[in-house]
């Protein structure tokens, strides 16, 4: 029996709610005294769960609807096509099923690799962009886009945008959840913040080898992540209690969840959680992960609020592409740097 359900909630019900939904739209619309109030509801989830689901932040259903679409229409296409996008060295692009593993993962010894394919962007820079023109430039490369699919990539794009926009007004709520100045994460995020925009397809697996998984479990290297679902259920969250839970689609919210980098940041205050997917439904499953990250030079050191005398730093500073890309040689068999064996 594989992990997910070895180890699995025993009261659903009474569980649940340790993944509170919070709503953002006061904060996000300046209401009187809603920026700390919101604040002290995400800080209360970041230090007990690492989850929670986000309401209020405004991202209309069409957008979402159209972005799930154009996952669709990217992963109908033959894999002769999306083998043309293949993801390169600034992970972007396409990554075929079982071309990635849980190695940097510290939850579970992955021994397979992932179930899924994934079709992967990023801000899309033009040609006249500074990191284009003037020559590569690591983790800021140029989407990559099949021909005679420019209503999937408009609808991509959109809901790349709109969910930047997102991160970015969230940003203030972050900063006051660590009791910090609402600007202070500002400087950190200028200049194209490293976003990853992940189109995840999940075929339906069997379930029989305890060991393969969608994505195997792991925690997200990114600042957060924001997780757009659909029905089909698969994900499973390792709560504080060890057990695993399978937390439900709730209507217009995005699931949030905390990564390494904040961890990081908040010198383990705020927690990193566990989670993946096994996708044993019998149909195939669908979601979108943006990765919202700071830019890949800024300089991550434990956060003032989160440093004392009796409570000194764990980590030492450290530049985000340096962690980021240690990251990606860990799970990624593309990559140049990768560290493991292909199984």
């Known amino acids: 029996m594989n992990i997910f359900k070895?180890?699995?909630?025993?009261?659903?019900?009474?569980?649940?709610?340790?993944?509170?939904?919070?709503?953002?739209?006061?904060?996000?619309?300046?209401?009187?005294?809603?920026?700390?109030?919101?604040?002290?509801?995400?800080?209360?989830?970041?230090?007990?769960?690492?989850?929670f689901y986000l309401a209020g932040h405004g991202v209309p259903p069409s957008i979402v609807d159209g972005a799930f679409a154009a996952s669709r229409e990217f992963h109908a296409m033959s894999l002769e096509r999306k083998q043309a996008l293949r993801i390169n060295e600034n992970n972007i692009g396409y990554l075929p099923v079982m071309e990635s593993i849980q190695g940097a993962s510290q939850v579970h010894k992955a021994t397979r690799p992932n179930y899924n394919e994934s079709f992967f962007i990023s801000h899309d820079r033009g040609a006249d962009h500074p990191d284009v023109k003037n020559g590569p430039t690591p983790l800021r490369g140029t989407n990559q886009w099949p021909d005679g699919h420019d209503g999937m990539r408009t609808a991509m794009v959109r809901y790349f945008r709109t969910m930047e926009a997102v991160g970015d007004r969230f940003l203030p709520v972050l900063a006051r959840a660590l009791e910090l100045p609402a600007d202070w994460f500002d400087t950190f995020f200028r200049d194209e913040a490293h976003i990853n925009l992940r189109f995840l397809h999940y075929p339906p697996q069997e379930s029989d080898d305890d060991e393969q998984f969608g994505q195997g479990p792991h925690t997200d290297n990114s600042f957060i992540t924001m997780l757009a679902r659909e029905d089909v259920p698969g994900l499973a969250v390792r709560l504080p209690s060890g057990e695993w839970l399978a937390p439900p689609v709730i209507e217009g919210t995005?699931?949030?969840?905390?990564?390494?980098?904040?961890?990081?940041?908040?010198?383990?205050?705020?927690?990193?959680?566990p989670h993946g997917v096994l996708n044993d439904s019998g149909k195939d499953r669908y979601s979108i992960a943006f990765f919202y990250s700071p830019t890949v030079s800024a300089r991550i050191e434990c956060v003032?609020?989160?440093?004392?005398?009796?409570?000194?730093?764990?980590?030492?500073?450290?530049?985000?592409?340096?962690?980021?890309?240690?990251?990606?040689?860990?799970?990624y068999f593309h990559r140049k740097g990768y560290a493991g064996g292909k199984l």
């Open 6 to 51: 070895a180890m699995a909630v025993k009261n659903l019900e009474e569980v649940t709610r340790e993944i509170p939904v919070i709503d953002v739209g006061p904060a996000f619309r300046g209401e009187p005294g809603a920026l700390d109030r919101v604040a002290a509801e995400v800080r209360r989830a970041s230090e007990r769960v690492g989850f």
């Open 304 to 331: 003032p609020t989160c440093v004392s005398a009796a409570n000194p730093a764990r980590y030492e500073p450290a530049v985000y592409r340096d962690l980021v890309l240690d990251f990606y040689n860990a799970n």
């Open 254 to 273: 995005l699931l949030v969840n905390l990564g390494n980098i904040m961890k990081r940041w908040s010198n383990d205050r705020f927690l990193s959680t």
